[in-house]
């Protein structure tokens, strides 16, 4: 059946998407120790870092910038989206966890503002039926990531590693099967694929956050 088709796929890509960025996600990143060959995903991962010259000025944000903080960012995949997306936070506090709040209010924020773009592109008339449909798909898909980002800031006091680390990857698989569902359909590009990708890429710096936590 048609139906049972469109889940396999789904089931099938998300797994492969999940277990191909898993160890690249939840291991904090350590330039100091090449364990691993770097670069398994070229596409999506920034280049690793050959220790870079203190004093280069940073090109995504211009406050100077809390040097624990930037210490913590490091450690994850996407260092420069972990500073841009915490500073309009002003974190007072630079500790992993106090960090890790942070970044998951960041994710929320943004995932938010990939609700309110599904909404707006569903309420457009000249939005077709199909591509309706999976917006739709999308609109449960990032309120379910917003549930599991709340879940995981409420398990930050109880230290509660195996919740986080959970939720925070349920998170990624809800913003990868919004794309799967656009990428079976060939003719139709999901006008959510950056926003996806970045709420994906945020998600997983939350990952290497709370890897950090003691
Ligand atoms: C990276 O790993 C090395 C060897 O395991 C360790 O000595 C070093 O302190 C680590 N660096 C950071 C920044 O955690
Ligand atoms: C929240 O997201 C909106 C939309 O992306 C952005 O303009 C705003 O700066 C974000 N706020 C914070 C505090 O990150
Ligand atoms: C995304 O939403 C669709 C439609 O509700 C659902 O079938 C799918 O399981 C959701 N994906 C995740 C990872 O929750």
Known sequence: MEQTKHVLLIISISSLLLSFSAEAICVPKNTTRQAHPPARLPSIRSPPHVSSP??????SHSTPFDPAVNAICEKTDYPSLCMSSLAPFLPSRNNPAALLEMAIKASVNYTEAALAKAMHLSSDPSTSSITKAYIADCQENYSDAIDNFNIAANAISSGDIG???????????????CDDGFA???????????????LSHMASNCLAIAALLP
């Not at 680390?165 to 990868?176: K, P, R, T, V």
């Not at 003719?187 to 990708?197: A, G, R, V």
């Open 184 to 198: 079976e359909m060939n003719e139709l590009d999901s006008p959510f694929k950056e926003m996806d990708m970045k």
């Open 163 to 177: 919740l986080m680390n959970s939720m925070l990857s349920g998170a990624i698989s809800d913003f990868q099967t």
């Open 54 to 59: 203190p004093r280069l000025p940073v090109a």
